[in-house]
């Protein structure tokens, strides 16, 4: 399993006998194959809290769809203000995407996609987005399942 670590955020709570830190982690998980998850986790230090997020990125994981290294259609996902498009891209493109982005496409196992994102430059919110937009891809075969007709062959 591949894991990355996207952000770690620190909280300070003001006390009697001074600030008193704690810590959240967001975390992306994924196989490098399809899968991929993400969480969240909050503790007084940053090792523990980075064990919460893995932990629950592991059990959130989906299955995305991947055509050659890539994704079958475009797709927009939101979450919050975080909007986010992915597009296919053709092979040797590379992951054209920002850090968040990148961490969800690299984890799922996605080599060639361009991305944009609109809205918020939040890295939480961002990587929810992602993993929405990728929740929602189908390939052609199970669109045509769901329709109850035949993928046709393209020859050109």
Same mark, same amino acid.
């Given at each position: 399993m591949l894991d *990355?670590?996207?952000? +770690?955020k620190r909280c300070a709570?003001?006390?009697?006998?001074?600030? *008193?830190? &704690?810590?959240?982690?967001? #975390?992306?998980?994924?196989?490098?194959? %399809?899968?991929?998850?993400?969480?969240?986790?909050?503790?007084?230090?940053?090792?523990p809290s980075v064990q919460k997020a893995q932990k629950q990125a592991s059990r959130s994981l989906i299955d995305v769809p991947l055509v050659?290294? &890539? +994704?079958?259609?475009?797709?927009?996902?939101?979450?919050?203000?975080?909007?986010?498009?992915?597009?296919?891209?053709?092979? %040797?493109?590379? +992951? +054209?995407?920002?850090q968040a982005v990148r961490a969800v496409c690299e984890a799922t196992g996605i080599h060639d996609i361009l991305t944009k994102s609109y809205g918020t430059n939040n890295p939480v919110?961002? #990587?929810?987005?992602?993993?929405?937009?990728? &929740?929602?891809? *189908?390939?052609?075969?199970?669109v045509a399942a769901l329709r109850g007709l035949e993928v046709e062959e393209l020859t050109a």
């Open positions: *990355r670590v996207v952000k +770690i709570a003001v006390v009697k006998g001074g600030r *008193r830190f &704690s810590f959240a982690a967001m #975390v992306v998980v994924g196989d490098g194959n %399809g899968k991929v998850g993400w969480g969240y986790g909050k503790a007084n230090e940053v090792p050659e290294g &890539s +994704i079958p259609h475009q797709v927009w996902g939101h979450y919050g203000a975080a909007k986010v498009v992915l597009l296919p891209a053709g092979a %040797g493109t590379g +992951i +054209i995407a920002g919110t961002l #990587v929810k987005a992602t993993v929405d937009a990728l &929740s929602k891809l *189908r390939t052609a075969e199970q």
